[in-house]
């Protein structure tokens, strides 16, 4: 049984924290803080949300860090951490890394392509409202008002099924759909945790790679929010990685640009949201409806 209910947050690398500070702000229009994450290294806060933040922006390598998986109380944690031992995953509960991310409990362990994770619950959630430097609201949850989490993010790794497996079964996310390209010799894998269509796809890698963070993907609320972002970035001569395109699955009408750290970002609208009691899993022969040229970006 699975008791993840949120993509709460991610920890990244980076080599240029005045760049991260400038493309959040002033792209992704991102509430900034600075201050220190665990071992004392340098961070740049990103908040999205009445969260503290949803993103960690490390000083270090250009890479992902962590990423926090969010249960609802402690009775789910402690049924998830059980879980995982019986499982003969290895946990660490941390109350010091608890502190400092703000959380009431969290435990530490790994995937099995290395990516650290962090389990928690009691996320701390600030009465001060969020201000977006550019006027957008995050999509961060549903109509209703529950938690839809940060938004997704796209693992790559050599071992796919291994992970798509610890994943399903050991964490308990269940599959949204699959996107077959057989042209190209792609399957990709899409999953949920909420009714969000999906907090954590997985896609190719070749043998004896890196185990890497394709993207993580932030949804606005209006369309014309991400036109203006899309502007900023040509103004900006960011590195657009795909143009304005409306994907088929989840239905996100997105555009792909690379991050000061390398790490692809997609910023969209009009992600679709699932009812596990009516949704039914279906096999996509294509990424996109239209769009998402890849062939006149810089």
Known sequence: MGHINALGYIGIGASDLDAWSD????????????????????????????????????????????????????????????????QGVAVKEDAD??????????????????????????????????VSPKGVRFVTTDPAGNDLGLGHIVLQAPNTDEMIDFYLNVLGFKVSDYIVMKQYGISLTFTHVNPRHHSLAFGPAEAGSKPVLNHFMLEIDTLDGV??????????????????????????????????????????????????????????DAAQLWGHDRSHTH
Request: without cysteine.
């Open 23 to 86: 493309y959040a702000t002033d792209v992704l229009g991102l509430q900034v803080t600075r201050g220190r994450d665990d071992h004392d290294v340098e961070t740049l806060f990103l908040r999205m949300d009445d969260r503290h933040h949803r993103i960690a922006v490390r000083a270090g390598d250009d890479e992902l860090t962590y990423v926090g998986w969010e249960v609802p109380d402690e009775l789910a944690f402690d049924a998830q951490v059980a879980d995982l031992e019986r």
């Open 97 to 130: 890394l608890a502190s400092l991310r703000g959380v009431q409990r969290l435990a530490r362990f790994a995937d099995p392509a290395g990516f650290q994770l962090e389990l928690y619950f009691g996320a701390g959630v600030l009465s001060s409202p969020f």
């Open 227 to 284: 036109g203006r972002a899309l502007d900023r970035v040509r103004e900006k001569k960011i590195s657009l990685t795909a143009a304005l395109g409306r994907h088929t699955n989840d239905g996100m009408l997105s555009f792909y640009m690379e991050s000061p750290s390398g790490i692809g970002v997609e910023y969209g609208t009009e992600g679709k949201l699932i009812d596990d009691e009516t949704w039914t899993v279906t096999a996509w």
